[in-house]
C-alpha cells in the first residue's frame, strides 16, 4: 500500500458469528508517522508512532473539543521504546485480540459503502491472535519471520520507511484474562451497558519490550445480557477512558 493509505483489518469467524473490533493503521504521505485506532472512534482518539521516537495515546482535536480544558495536554500516555530488530528494523506497536474478547458479529450498514478490509480467522478457544506492527527504516535490510504467522499487510511512509503488519496465534494467558475482566468491569462502570453496541479496549505498555500496547476486549457485557438481535448503530461514537490497575502482562488504562 503506498504511503497515506489506511490498512483495516479484524478477526472473524462467521461459524461462531463472532468478530473484533476492526482496527485502522494510517500511514503519513510525508513522514513515518504511523496513526492507529478502532475504526468508528479514529476522529476522537488514536494511537500514533512519530518520527520523533515518541509514541502517544491523544485525543484528536476534535476529540478534546468536549473534554479536555482549553490549553491542557491532549495526551493521555506517551512511550518511548521500540523492540528493536536486525537490520534496522523495531516493532513499535503490539495489538492482542484473545477469542475470549470475540462478540456477535455487528449486522451491515448498507447506507455505509463497504471499504476494503482484512479478514483474519480467529484462533480458537484459549488461543489469542496478536498483531505486531514492524517498523523499517529507509533502506532497512530483509528480515526473516518464523512461527504460527499471517501477512496482515504491508504499507510505505512518507519518508521512504516500511511498514509490516504481521497477525501470530499465541495461548491466552491467565494474566490476559484477568485484565480483560479488569476492563470489563470498568467499561461497564462507565454505561456500556446502555450503549447499543459496546466495545472496549485497553492500553498501555509491553513489560518485556516497553513497546505500546493494544487488548481489544470486544463487547464488555456477559453474553446472558447481550440482545438477542444486534442493533444497527451508525450514530457518533461516545468515547471515554478510565485508568485501570496495573496487571502482570502489561500497564494499562481502559477505554469504549
Known amino acids: 500500500m503506498k504511503a497515506g493509505s489506511t490498512l483495516r483489518f479484524r478477526v472473524e469467524d462467521r461459524v461462531r458469528g463472532v468478530e473484533s473490533s476492526t482496527w485502522n ?6 513522514t513515518e508517522d504511523l496513526y492507529f485506532s478502532g475504526r468508528e472512534i479514529m476522529g476522537d482518539l488514536k494511537l500514533s508512532p512519530h518520527e520523533s521516537g515518541i509514541t502517544r495515546m491523544a485525543w484528536t482535536a476534535v476529540g478534546a473539543s468536549t473534554r479536555v480544558a482549553d490549553g491542557a495536554d491532549r495526551v ?3 512511550w518511548t521504546s521500540v523492540e528493536t530488530l536486525p537490520n534496522s528494523g523495531a516493532v513499535v506497536l503490539r495489538v492482542s485480540m484473545p477469542d475470549s474478547a470475540l462478540s456477535p458479529i455487528l449486522p451491515p450498514l448498507p447506507e455505509r459503502p463497504a471499504k476494503p478490509t482484512v479478514t483474519l480467522p480467529a484462533a480458537g478457544p484459549g488461543r489469542t491472535v496478536e ?5 523499517g527504516k529507509p533502506g532497512c535490510g530483509g528480515m526473516r519471520l518464523e512461527g504460527e504467522l499471517e501477512e496482515v499487510g504491508r504499507m510505505g511512509l512518507g519518508d521512504g520507511s ?15 484474562e484477568a485484565q480483560l475482566n479488569d476492563v470489563r468491569v470498568h467499561a461497564l462502570a462507565e ?21 505500546a500496547f493494544v487488548l481489544d476486549a470486544g463487547d464488555p457485557r456477559a453474553p446472558e445480557h447481550r440482545p438477542a438481535a444486534i442493533p444497527r448503530y451508525d450514530g457518533p ?20
Do not use: M
Open 237 to 256: 461514537a461516545l468515547v471515554v477512558d478510565r485508568d485501570v490497575p496495573d496487571q502482570p502482562s502489561s500497564d494499562a488504562s481502559a477505554g469504549c
Open 76 to 78: 493521555l500516555s506517551r
Open 162 to 176: 516500511k511498514v509490516l503488519v504481521t497477525a501470530w496465534s499465541h495461548p491466552t494467558t491467565e494474566a490476559t
Open 191 to 211: 454505561g456500556a451497558a446502555e450503549r447499543p453496541v459496546p466495545r472496549a479496549f485497553a492500553w498501555g505498555y509491553d513489560n518485556d519490550s516497553g513497546i
Open 25 to 30: 493503521i494510517v500511514g503519513s504521505k510525508k
Open 131 to 135: 498483531i505486531r506492527v514492524l517498523l
